[in-house]
């Protein structure tokens, strides 16, 4: 009897410190902290506020620096399939989601994904008029945490007047849960002066309102704003010629990138991305696409740099679905893969590249050369042995996380 009084009362010495209670919370992962929230309304609040999520999110930092848990594949804009990178006792193996109601309960099935960043997404559906979908009708943007389920809907962009409707290029993203709890997105819209002037708009969350930030700039004719890729405070964007920009939401200010020399015949794929403060390129050229280069951009965007070599040989030979034995040799495309993600870790020996090959989904090492399959993929009516589901923007990272939204 004297036990069990001694236990409640240092049960209830913790529970009522709350300093106590949080340097032992903070130490919890983001998937048992939701359920803890049912705990009490003083939980509740607890793991709510904003200083709890910016001492978890430190925590989290520090213990797990590499937090990528998983990669959500887009089969279609209602479909998704999710592949859990590392599944463990404390990671979720489940999918976040099966559909994307809780954004739009009216049309859930017109929402896409756009972008992801930090465990943050930012989705798109289009407004229906009577019932009926056409360009003329109007697109509506979320930003969502699939984590939480919860979603914010952002505010329009003004127009020039009601007769003159902008034209929105691309938006992106920005998300640095290590600098601060808010986020940005960066929006490339028509300007007034001229067709070939872009001109940059910035929503914050801190504010809940857009401003236009900097002056117009002249583009590539054929840069892609829609795949911007942000990383260290700054939104990259690439076109198929190789020209790239970059926008320092800091600095408000557009500027040119290096192009990557090394590119040379045919491109039969691209990848464009980040992944721990990295920014990563490659460009498969040629017909020898079973080895290429993984190029990293310095930090001081000087150049793009060789991180990384590639041999996938070992890969075709062990998954012979990858050979489209109905195509010469010589074909760029003779080869059934794409990449997915370069997953950049802390510790140097983990660093891996994800692969889409017919029906999976492999991660090969990129320091001792060695792969593995990931999962297998669902298959999809009528596909062939050698199909490609996926590419490189159908694949979203995702990471649990406690932000607000």
Request: proline letters at 5%.
């Amino acid at each position: 009897m004297l036990t069990t009084n001694y236990g409640s009362s240092s049960a209830e010495t913790v529970a009522n410190n709350e300093d106590l209670v949080t340097q032992i919370l903070i130490r919890v992962p983001v998937k048992p902290l939701l359920r803890f929230k049912c705990v009490s309304k003083h939980w509740l609040s607890l793991i709510s506020s904003s200083h709890f999520y910016h001492h978890h999110n430190q925590n989290q930092k520090q213990n797990h620096p590499t937090s990528l848990s998983a990669v959500i594949l887009r089969r279609n804009p209602s479909l998704f399939q999710f592949v859990p990178l590392k599944p463990t006792k404390t990671t979720t193996t489940t999918p976040p989601f099966t559909s994307l109601h809780f954004i739009n309960q009216n049309s859930p099935s017109n929402i896409k994904i756009l972008h992801s960043c930090h465990g943050l997404f930012l989705c798109r559906s289009v407004q229906e008029k009577n019932n009926i979908l056409n360009q003329n009708n109007r697109h509506c943007y979320y930003v969502c945490n699939f984590t939480t389920k919860q979603s914010t809907t952002l505010p329009s962009i003004n127009s020039f007047s009601p007769n003159e409707p902008i034209s929105i290029f691309g938006l992106t993203l920005a998300f640095e849960p290590s600098k601060s709890p808010h986020y940005q997105v960066v929006c490339v819209r028509s300007t007034k002066v001229s067709m070939y002037y872009y001109q940059i708009e910035v929503y914050s969350s801190k504010t809940r309102t857009w401003r236009t930030s900097g002056s117009p700039f002249v583009a590539p004719f054929d840069i892609v704003f829609d795949n911007g890729v942000f990383c260290n405070g700054a939104v990259h964007w690439i076109s198929p010629s190789g020209s790239a920009l970059y926008y320092d939401i800091e600095r408000e200010r557009v500027e040119k990138m290096p192009r990557l020399v090394e590119s040379w015949g045919k491109r039969r794929s691209r990848y464009f991305g980040e992944s721990n403060g990295h920014l990563h390129l490659v460009d498969i050229c040629g017909v020898r696409t079973t080895k290429f280069k993984v190029f990293e951009m310095e930090r001081d965007y000087s150049k793009w740099f060789v991180k990384y070599e590639v041999d996938l040989d070992e890969i075709v030979a062990t998954f012979p679905e990858m050979v489209r034995d109905y195509l010469d040799p010589c074909d760029s495309y003779y080869y059934a893969f794409v990449i997915v993600f370069v997953v950049r870790n802390e510790n140097e020996e983990e660093s891996s590249l994800l692969l889409h090959i017919p029906g999976k989904i492999i991660s090969y090492n990129f320091r001792d050369k060695t792969f593995k399959k990931v999962c297998d993929l669902t298959p999809i009516r009528n596909e062939t042995k050698s199909s490609l589901q996926f590419g490189w923007l159908d694949a979203y990272q995702f990471v649990e996380t406690l932000a607000c939204v």
